[in-house]
């Protein structure tokens, strides 16, 4: 897994077993740094004990032979001192007199006899503690006086290797090192397993979550909810009732949609009668011509031709209410004819308002895009647009094609069109349904253009390229990649 550079973004069931392991290695440092504190403390007392312990006998064996300075039996006795197992660690023994001077030395070629002491082991017989460390090279200097007067009769000094208490704390140093490790990565992968396990709830509403982002309304089975209690078991209850609520509200936005298409069709059903009654009226007149005179044959031609005018005019706006609604499950092209066709729906509208009808269709070919979907949008903005004209005003629509995109622009001058409804125009089918019915027609339009991934532009007043008021309303809808079955095809 491929985790983001932030560790903000990191999951939660990787984010808490680092925690833990960090946790656990503070506190392991910590523990590892008083212990080794605590036990280079008690090395030190320990060998502060054992030289006193051991220097003191010595200082009394070796006290009449330096009252007598008697050099050689002073030196015997250094000599089976060092030699001794029970001061193993000495590496020097130094007698030295009140003037520091050197009496005798276990090692007489590094410390002659009646020479004075190096500058560095006098300071260390100022040492009230009588114990000097020298930590770099890993040797630790102790001194003992001789003698029971007020005034000694001089001091031993002892040279003691440290190397294996050093060695000693750096193996409690790794064991330390190792436990902590191993106790912090056990600690990591048990956190992680059980922060999966704690998180798996979390996983379900999660994939749940997403699939209705994606517009895939689904409830929580049974048989997760069943096995929650406390919090996740009321996260899942209350998820399944919001889920419950969305599909009711899709579902009756879906049927107020078809039922503001019924009530268009409805509304249209006046003008199309209108627009059917008129020509029948001229076929009748026409048939009753004929019958009266129809011997002539110029008669004949004259009334033949008014009632093909007539059927066809009738023809048009049949077919143009079945192209606008007999919608398919898929529409994967329209023509430019079926654009046209809701020029014969609107035109009762029109000529009932007194409105002219300016059309500019400019495809010259059927275009990859849901047909149905684009006339119904067209054909909502055409009537809205003539229903906020003035008499007299013209309504525009044109159609292009601009690259890969379907631009088409709907401009009326009417007063211009409530900031509410531009927002409701804009909201891409996202918010809910309008109230008291007032702009049914436009989120209807915003939810097909949701659908066909389009995008629309509102302009009013001057910018909609008119006078002070009016509207301009463009959408602009992307063609689709054209199927490879329908080219075979």
Request: avoid cysteine; charge should be negative.
């Given at each position: 897994m491929k985790w983001p550079g932030h560790p903000r973004t990191w999951p939660l069931a990787v984010k808490a077993p680092l925690l833990v392991a960090g946790l656990m290695a503070a506190v392991g440092s910590l523990i590892s740094y008083t212990v080794l504190t605590r036990l280079a403390e008690e090395q030190q007392v320990q060998t502060r004990q054992l030289a006193a312990a051991h220097l003191g006998s010595l200082a009394v064996a070796v006290e009449p032979h330096l009252a007598r300075q008697d050099v050689w039996e002073t030196f015997d006795v250094l000599d089976h001192a060092r030699r001794a197992a029970t001061m193993a660690s000495a590496r020097q023994l130094v007698v030295v007199q009140p003037d520091v001077s050197v009496v005798a030395a276990s090692d007489p070629m590094a410390y002659p006899v009646g020479m004075p002491l190096p500058e560095g082991l006098r300071a260390r017989l100022g040492r009230s503690d009588g114990l000097a460390i020298d930590s770099?090279?890993?040797?630790?200097?102790?001194?003992?006086?001789?003698?029971?007067?007020?005034?000694p009769l001089g001091h031993i000094l002892a040279?003691?290797?440290l190397r294996p208490l050093v060695k000693l704390r750096h193996e409690v140093l790794m064991t330390l090192i190792a436990v902590n490790a191993g106790l912090t990565l056990m600690l990591a992968l048990l956190g992680y397993a059980l922060v999966r396990r704690l998180l798996r709830p979390l996983a379900v509403l999660d994939d749940h979550v997403e699939r209705m982002?994606?517009?895939?309304?689904?409830?929580?089975?049974?048989?997760?909810?069943?096995e929650q209690t406390g919090e996740i078991g009321r996260l899942y209850r209350r998820f399944n009732a919001m889920a419950t609520a969305v599909a009711e509200r899709e579902a009756l936005a879906a049927r107020l949609a078809d039922e503001e298409k019924l009530a268009l069709l409805g509304r249209l059903a006046s003008g199309m009668a209108h627009e059917v009654n008129n020509p029948l009226g001229g076929m009748l007149t026409a048939v009753d011509t004929l019958q009266r005179h129809g011997g002539d044959e110029a008669v004949r031609l004259r009334s033949a031709a008014l009632i093909e005018r007539g059927l066809r005019g009738i023809g048009n706006?049949?077919?143009?209410?079945?192209?606008?609604?007999?919608?398919?499950?898929?529409?994967?092209?329209?023509?430019?004819?079926?654009l046209d066709d809701l020029r014969f729906l609107v035109a009762h509208e029109a000529q009932r308002r007194r409105i002219g009808l300016l059309w500019e269709n400019r495809l010259d070919k059927p275009l990859p895009v849901n047909g149905a979907a684009v006339r119904q949008m067209v054909l909502n903005l055409l009537l809205n647009a003539c229903r906020a004209s003035p008499p007299g005003s013209p309504v525009t629509m044109t159609a292009e094609v601009r690259g890969r995109v379907l631009r088409i622009v709907i401009r009326d001058e009417g007063a211009g069109m409530p900031s509410e409804m531009v927002a409701l125009l804009g909201c891409r089918g996202s918010t809910s349904l309008p109230q008291n019915g007032r702009g049914l027609g436009l989120w209807t339009v915003a939810r097909l253009l949701d659908r066909v991934g389009g995008e629309v532009d509102v302009a009013i007043g001057p910018a909609a390229g008119g006078p002070a008021?009016?509207?301009m309303v463009t959408l602009s809808i992307p063609l689709q990649e054209t199927r490879r079955s329908h080219e075979a095809a």
């Open positions: 770099t090279h890993e040797l630790a200097w102790v001194h003992w006086p001789i003698g029971s007067g007020t005034v040279e003691l290797d982002r994606a517009g895939v309304v689904e409830p929580i089975p049974g048989r997760y909810v069943a706006v049949v077919r143009a209410a079945l192209v606008a609604y007999k919608e398919p499950l898929e529409a994967i092209e329209m023509a430019p004819d079926d008021a009016g509207t």
